[in-house]
């Protein structure tokens, strides 16, 4: 597993730091970040016991966005930034994303939609870094119930 190089706690409404690192992956084109609300560990484990973590419909309670910039295709040509958040909603995102108007945005489209797995979409490369992890966060506190904290956590790999 790759270590992170960094983890920068902040505020939503405050991300300079966060973005100055996102703008930077994206000009190295490579690495990820890993946004995640400021809570103790056991918070975020499953919870233990029975068949409901292997079987269960629901992801993590408390929810867990990935940032990836673009990178080279063997083409040449360079893909996508994808975005994705892991969710408890216990369904598919897309109409709770349509309902709080997160979705459809121009140019991007859902490669994934699992009430377990979370959901994966594509932004055009070189999109706006300040949309996207508003997005990725307030998308985040849409899907969950869990009563969640103002700051939160950027995991940064390289």
Avoid at 2 to 22: C, L
Avoid at 79 to 90: C, D, E, M, S
Avoid at 114 to 133: F, H, K, W, Y
């Amino acid at each position: 597993m790759t270590e992170p190089a960094e983890v920068v706690a902040f505020d939503p409404d405050a991300p300079d730091e966060v973005v100055v690192h996102m703008r930077a992956l994206a000009a190295a084109r490579a690495g990820w970040v890993n946004l995640t609300p400021a809570v103790p560990p056991e918070e975020v484990a499953p919870p233990a016991g029975g068949l409901g973590p292997i079987f269960g419909g629901r992801g993590p309670r408390v929810p867990l966005a990935t940032w990836m910039p673009g990178s080279p295709t063997k083409q040449g040509t360079v893909g996508p930034t994808q975005l994705g958040i892991q969710h408890g909603w216990g369904r598919p995102a897309r109409p709770r994303l349509a309902e709080v108007g997160l979705w459809p945005w121009p140019g991007w489209r859902i490669t994934s939609d699992n009430a377990r797995r979370g959901i994966v979409v594509e932004a055009p490369d070189g999109g706006d870094p300040v949309e996207q992890l508003d997005w990725l966060i307030t998308g985040s506190l849409a899907l969950t119930s869990a009563d969640l904290p103002r700051t939160w956590r950027a995991t940064f790999y390289r």
